[in-house]
């Protein structure tokens, strides 16, 4: 007899990209991305943190302040670390698992990438200009975006 009780595509994409969302250092924000093609198979994945090479420790991690001091003017979201993280192949026709709605500057890289479908788990800056911004994008080139629909399944992992 099968096993009945597996995950679905849609619970393993977004719990990867939740798992993903963990190695964030990012003491307020943890966004983690997988991108997966049309066979269900990962292509690449990402989290929000420092450019390569830039140390955790020496940057900084601030929200307010001198902007040059905070960690906006650094960080690089998930969405686009998990563009440039993939190894090889193209990301034409690849669908996007985000834990956070993209900002308009990760819209733009996710439509120039080929990317054509998001799927995101919170929406909690919906109406912020950078929001609108990102949706008025998707809506104009036709990336289709929806919102994860919650199973409440919970998965305990010991590591
Ligand atoms: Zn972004």
Known sequence: MKRTDYITWD???MGIALLSAQRSKDSNTQVGACIVNCENKILSLGYNGMPIGCN???M???RSGNPVDTKYMYV???ELNAI???SS???DGAKLYVTLFPCNEC???IIQSGIREIVYLSDKYCGN???IASKKMFDIVGVKYRQYETTGRKLEIEL
């Open 89 to 91: 192949g193209s990301l």
């Open 84 to 86: 440039l993280n993939r």
């Open 76 to 78: 690089c979201h998930a």
């Open 60 to 62: 900084p991690w601030e």
């Open 107 to 109: 819209a733009k890289a």
């Open 56 to 58: 955790d420790d020496d």
């Open 129 to 131: 200009d950078d929001n």
């Open 11 to 13: 619970e393993y994409f």
